[in-house]
């Protein structure tokens, strides 16, 4: 069974300041993707990038980038130039690429993340 | 695109009722909707994997008795919450699988409180 682990329960970070979370997994499996999600206090999960296991490049979505480091099995989330909107919390997630549509998400604990003014 | 709509939003109700919680794929069908169960600061536990015209299949101790979930057509899937306890008091999560989508789509979430 595939498990994530985050290791770090909150997290601050001053506002214009870079912040990285981090999410190890583990997983017998070749092919698979990892996602990063956000759960602002409205409790909206919202995607904020993902990663599919078979590409080299790290995923990047405006300040959101990925350092995917596939033999470690590591996936950290690097927020730069953080804002008061990003204060939330951040669950890592697995998900085979087998399965099709059955296919789980498999979460992190999760880690809630400060922004200070 | 792609919206997942819960209702209702927030619930109250008596111990040993039953409550119905919905979840719509708005603009696509869905074949596959997950059903999440979310305590405060916590992760999502995922209860079910729910496949439009079959049984759900729930994961190990998850009740099904007590979980009710009916996925009766391509956009519209049911939880229900029968003899409710205060301790299923929680935030209930449904999300959405379109087509060969790597993505699920999360509904906005239920609050569901138990007097």
């Known amino acids: 069974a595939q498990t994530v682990t985050q290791s770090q329960p909150e997290m601050s970070v001053q506002e214009a300041e870079t912040v990285t979370l981090s999410c190890t997994y583990d997983t017998s499996e070749s092919d698979y993707y990892l996602f990063w999600y956000k759960q602002p206090p409205s409790r909206q999960m919202i995607l904020v990038i993902r990663?599919?296991?078979?590409?080299?490049q790290n995923a990047t979505e405006n300040r959101f980038s990925v350092n995917f480091q596939k033999a470690a099995k590591s996936f950290s989330l690097k927020i730069s130039d953080s804002q008061l909107g990003d204060a939330a919390m951040y669950f890592c997630a697995y998900r085979s690429a087998q399965a099709g549509a059955n296919s789980k998400l498999t979460f992190g604990k999760g880690i809630t993340l400060s922004v200070r003014p | 695109g792609a919206v997942v709509s819960q209702h209702p939003s927030w619930v109250i109700c008596k111990s040993g009722t039953s409550v119905k919680i919905e979840c719509r794929s708005l603009d696509f069908q869905a074949t596959t909707m997950f059903w999440y169960r979310q305590f405060p600061k916590q992760s999502l536990m995922l209860m079910a994997t729910s496949n439009e015209g079959s049984k759900a299949t729930y994961e190990q101790g998850v009740e099904k008795d007590k979980f009710l979930i009916n996925h009766a057509s391509l956009t519209l899937s049911t939880l229900t919450v029968t003899s409710a306890h205060p301790e299923d008091s929680s935030f209930y999560i449904c999300s959405a699988h379109r087509g060969t989508s790597y993505e699920q789509y999360f509904g906005p979430g239920t609050r569901l409180t138990v007097t």
């Open positions: 990663q599919e296991a078979y590409k080299q």
